[in-house]
């Protein structure tokens, strides 16, 4: 009969002869666990991400130019592929003003800056040019740091990188890509240097699964796994989507506007960073000038600990970086306070760069639109036609190779002579 | 007898164990498409 906690016991333990009990079956059973583990990947398979997977890549027809970012929730975080010996490898890493994208009745024109540049450099030290694009949509400072952690691990002979200034020293929203965390506790796991850039955005679950994810292909996979369950889990769903209902003409109330937000950000943005009427239904462009005009330059946020953490890995990297701050639509810069508080940030980066220089590392804080020929944008940040910055960045990255020594030639080909 | 039923019931456990870590860590990924709003 069982009366007490301890008959339950034993009465399991008469069933399960004991199972759980010492150490050493404590430890048979994480041995299993280990082997399930292991089953899983072996029993179910996952076909490896491919470069065709990121819509993005559709827009760059040359195979020497890749997006290697995978979707923002996957925690694999990038597609990496060695590119042979006979390779020269740029990881180039920015956010959305990577793209060039000219919209003209009838015609758009959809291209990545640095697949432009590999166009006009085809061939670095007598070796075929490939541009890794670490292209990251929506990227906050700590995402930047992330994704440069993951080019140097990769084993890239020069990382490019693009600072947007709306973002730099904002701290409205320092991190969009938390998914990027279990690769970069793995990164930075050996460098006790970067130990605090980390304990302020990695959790104990990021540094578990990335961690586990090295060992076992079912953890490591785990998005692929999750995409292939959700398509059965709809099934089960109450939510009725067959005959969606129409949109309604209605203007919505504001306690509907903030039903409708996905993110923290969107509040704050309509909220708290301007207390202008006008940002209350801003456009894009009022957004994007509030972010700029946000900043905070105290020099001691938490984007300045990242800028410097960015900076000494690259400095301390010995391998050849450039950095540089993309350029702000004229129309904008017109505008003296825009203009000054761009200035602002340029000054602040300046100095932050010139207390981790490095004999290959290269920031350029001064934005490009103040070296470069006006340019048409599509709002304030993102360039229509890149072609004046496609030829100062080829020339920027050749420059720099050769001005470290870290290659004997490289060639900049005029425009009408641009490879494929 | 007791010490098969004893390994059986590890292996089983463990087993089982792998299989809920695996579940759960499938399920705390999402698979919700990010849409990029300009900024």
Not at chain 1, 24 to 40: H, K, Q
Not at chain 1, 269 to 284: L, P
Not at chain 2, 1 to 22: C, D, H, P, Q, W
Request: proline residues 7%; aromatic residues 10%.
């Amino acid at each position: 009969m069982i009366l007490n906690v301890k008959d339950v016991q034993s009465e399991l333990d008469r069933y399960a002869g004991g199972a759980g009990k010492g150490p050493l079956s404590l430890l048979r059973i994480v041995a299993w666990t280990v082997v399930g583990l292991l089953l899983i990947a072996f029993v179910w398979p996952t076909q490896p991400p491919k470069y065709s997977d990121s819509a993005y890549n559709h827009h760059i027809p040359s195979p020497f130019s890749k997006v290697v970012t995978l979707d923002k929730n996957d925690p694999r975080g990038f597609l990496l592929h060695k590119h042979g010996k006979n390779s020269f490898t740029i990881a180039w890493i920015g956010p959305s003003t990577l793209q060039s994208i000219n919209k003209v009745p009838g015609h758009t024109t959809y291209t990545f800056i640095p697949a432009d540049v590999r166009q006009r450099i085809p061939v670095i030290d007598g070796k075929r040019t490939y541009v890794d694009l670490y292209f990251i949509e929506g990227a906050r400072i700590m995402d930047l740091y992330a994704a440069t952690q993951a080019a140097l691990h990769s084993g890239a002979d020069m990382v490019v990188l693009d600072l947007n200034p709306l973002w730099i020293y904002n701290t409205a929203e320092v991190q969009g890509w938390p998914n990027l965390n279990g690769i970069t506790f793995n990164h930075i796991a050996k460098s006790p240097s970067q130990w605090s850039v980390g304990a302020q955005f990695i959790g104990p679950a990021d540094a578990t699964s990335g961690v586990a994810g090295k060992y076992f292909k079912s953890i490591y996979n785990r998005w692929t796994y999750a995409q292939k369950v959700n398509r059965h889990l709809n099934w089960f769903s109450v939510l009725d989507t067959s005959v969606p209902p129409p949109a309604s003409t209605k203007p919505l109330s504001p306690l509907q506007r903030i039903a409708q937000m996905t993110d923290p950000l969107q509040f704050w943005v309509k909220y708290r960073v301007s207390g202008s009427a006008a940002s209350q239904h801003g456009s894009a462009i009022e957004r994007q000038l509030q972010f700029l005009l946000g900043s905070t330059l105290s020099g001691s946020t938490v984007n300045d600990d990242v800028v410097a953490h960015l900076f000494g890995i690259l400095a301390k990297s010995n391998r050849p970086a450039y950095v540089y701050v993309p350029p702000i639509a004229p129309t904008a810069m017109a505008n003296a306070r825009i203009s000054a508080a761009l200035a602002r940030i340029e000054h602040h980066l300046a100095a932050q760069a010139a207390q981790h220089q490095g004999p290959y590392l290269k920031v350029q804080a001064q934005s490009l639109g103040r070296i470069l020929p006006p340019m048409k944008f599509n709002d304030i940040i993102h360039v229509a036609e890149a072609g004046p910055m496609v030829t100062y960045l080829s020339h920027a990255v050749c420059n720099q190779l050769l001005h470290t020594h870290s290659v004997q030639t490289c060639k900049v080909l005029p425009p009408a002579k641009a490879a494929p | 007898m007791n010490r098969l039923r004893k390994y059986s019931t590890e292996a089983i456990i463990g087993i089982v164990l792998a299989g809920l870590i695996f579940v759960a860590l499938v399920a705390t990924v999402g698979t919700v498409p990010f849409i990029y709003q300009g900024y």
